[in-house]
């Protein structure tokens, strides 16, 4: 199972930023593939997760209207579009993926907590105010 993250980066408040995760090594409909992110001092903590092949997407509050999450079924890769960016979004973001067992984002964070999954190595997000 490996899953690579890339497009990090440096970016002014207001500007956008677009990461991906590549995934390999497990069937992409049989897992929930999310994101979080990790501020220094600061617990990590979910971000959005994509869920099944209609598909179902949840955000958290913070990043609702502004982070956009998606999905190429034929490339294995997860995106995560985040517009309107604020110096709070600053931090490690991570992809992550663990098996499609409840349709719910509460149960996809708790199986990441709880060691069930599996993590990319996070790509570093700084936004400048």
């Known amino acids: 199972v490996q899953l690579v993250e890339s497009g990090g980066g440096l970016v002014q408040a207001g500007g956008s930023l677009r990461l991906s995760c590549a995934v390999s090594?497990?069937?992409?409909?049989?897992?929930?593939i999310g994101w979080f992110r990790q501020a220094p001092g600061k617990e990590r903590e979910g971000v959005s997760c994509i869920i099944g092949s209609d598909p179902t997407t949840y955000y958290a509050d913070s990043v609702k209207g502004r982070f956009s999450i998606s999905r190429d079924n034929a490339k294995q890769t997860v995106y995560l579009q985040m517009n309107n960016l604020r110096p709070e979004d600053t931090g490690v973001y991570y992809c992550a993926a663990a098996i499609y067992r409840l349709r719910s984002f509460n149960a996809f964070k708790a199986s990441m907590r709880s060691g069930a999954g599996h993590w990319g190595q996070g790509t570093q997000v700084t936004v400048s105010s």
């Open positions: 090594g497990f069937s992409f409909d049989d897992y929930i």
